[in-house]
């Protein structure tokens, strides 16, 4: 079970529930991603939410896979605003 603010869009808005978004906490950020036709509930952008799924790995990036509904804590949040980085 892992709680955060959802970041991005849905950069898999395919149809049936499908959604794959970061989802960001104090200690960092993972991508959270349904590949299913199963709705687990709708979420975007500055949503809290908690989710309790499986642990996997796509393109040997780690995502976790919702196992149950998605409960949202709240919206509108206010997001971080990202860190300047020069090389």
């Known amino acids: 079970t892992i709680q955060g603010i959802v970041y991005g869009v849905n950069i898999n808005p395919n149809t049936g529930g499908q959604f794959q978004y970061s989802l960001i906490d104090n200690t960092g950020a993972v991508t959270i991603r349904n590949a299913t036709a199963t709705d687990y509930g709708s979420i975007t952008e500055g949503d809290e939410i908690v989710l309790t799924g499986t642990v996997s790995h796509f393109n040997g990036l780690m995502q976790i896979q919702p196992t149950q509904?998605?409960?949202?804590?709240?919206?509108?949040?206010t997001l971080k605003t990202p860190a300047s980085v020069t090389t």
Not at 69 to 77: D, G, P, T, V
Request: charged content about 10%; hydrophobic content about 20%; glycine content about 0%.
């Open 69 to 77: 509904n998605i409960q949202k804590l709240s919206s509108s949040n």
